[in-house]
């Protein structure tokens, strides 16, 4: 956890003249050009790596083709990529598949939100009280490698098999990777700029949204986009084990029919969740942060 805090650190509060510094000596019309050659030489490089990612998905499929073509794995537990691609197309154009999407999708976002507010909450509280901090931190070292699954048992005996015992599950492993990442942007706030604002007469509330929440900002959003992932593998879980309505729910019942390319038709669809899960938390990453060091250089390669 403290390598996932590390990628990513506070913005620099002393560095408001930065721009200034980069474009020290260089003129506005060569500060364009340069600007502009970045855009462009950007552009092929973004376009080269989709390219390369759309032919890495090619291969992914021929090899699974030609696997279960060969028959090396035994076609009842093995269906053909063709076949399930096929079954697929159907699979969406039926009623039940989009209902137990969207309770999927439900869950996790109601999952991934108590998880988030609570998390930053929590973290900015302790994190702001040295005392807090020191009395947590046992307690939190202990709770925190509990693995969700393991008190999946707990939740269905305190909320039965609904929709909450699987909230539970999903709220609690992404708390944490929050939490923990609030607590070290809170923990970065830098000591020198706090003194200074409060030697300008700024009050908690206006230090707390001046100077600690720019600070533990990236932090914040490095914890959402892994809370995000966690959250939709365990809501995926939570449907499979308690057997609520949902993506999850529907593949066990192929399990049980049996009927292996339904099953990995939809296994195909939790690929694609993740895939736009993570999609869409880069773009708030790159929206929320555009002022990020990181994230322009990011940009600019």
Do not use: C
């Not at 650190?9 to 019309?29: E, I, K, N, Q, V």
């Not at 909450?121 to 005392?131: E, K, N, R, S």
């Not at 923990?187 to 700024?202: E, P």
């Amino acid at each position: 956890m403290k390598q996932a805090a590390d990628t990513v650190t506070g913005p620099d509060l002393g560095g408001a003249a930065s721009p200034a510094r980069a474009g020290h000596g260089a003129g506005p019309d060569e500060r364009a050009v340069t600007g502009a050659g970045g855009r462009r030489s950007a552009a092929p490089r973004s376009g080269r790596a989709a390219l390369l990612g759309f032919l890495g998905i090619v291969g992914f499929a021929a090899t699974w083709e030609l696997v279960a073509r060969a028959e090396l794995v035994n076609p009842a537990y093995l269906p053909r990529f063709s076949t399930t691609a096929a079954r697929l197309v159907t699979e969406l154009g039926e009623p039940t598949f989009w209902s137990a999407l969207g309770d999927t999708v439900v869950t996790w976002a109601i999952g991934l939100a108590i998880a988030v507010v609570a998390a930053v909450v929590a973290g900015t509280v302790i994190g702001l009280v040295p005392f807090l901090r020191r009395a947590t931190h046992s307690t939190v070292e202990f709770l925190r490698p509990i693995p969700s699954v393991a008190i999946i048992p707990l939740a269905v005996l305190v909320a039965g098999l609904s929709r909450e015992a699987a909230l539970v599950i999903v709220v609690y492993a992404p708390f944490w990777q929050v939490f923990i990442q609030v607590l070290y942007g809170v923990g970065d706030v830098d000591t020198v700029a706090d003194d200074t604002a409060r030697s300008f007469g700024l009050g908690r509330l206006a230090r707390l949204r001046h100077v600690v929440f720019p600070t533990a900002l990236p932090y914040v959003i490095t914890g959402f986009r892994l809370a995000a992932s966690i959250a939709l593998v365990l809501t995926i879980t939570a449907e499979l084990v308690i057997g609520n309505p949902g993506i999850g729910r529907q593949i066990d019942v192929y399990r049980s029919a049996p009927d292996a390319p339904g099953l990995y038709a939809l296994v195909l669809v939790t690929g694609l969740l993740g895939l736009l899960v993570n999609l869409a938390t880069r773009l708030v990453e790159r929206r929320v942060l555009h002022w990020h060091p990181s994230v322009r250089k990011e940009g600019a390669r």
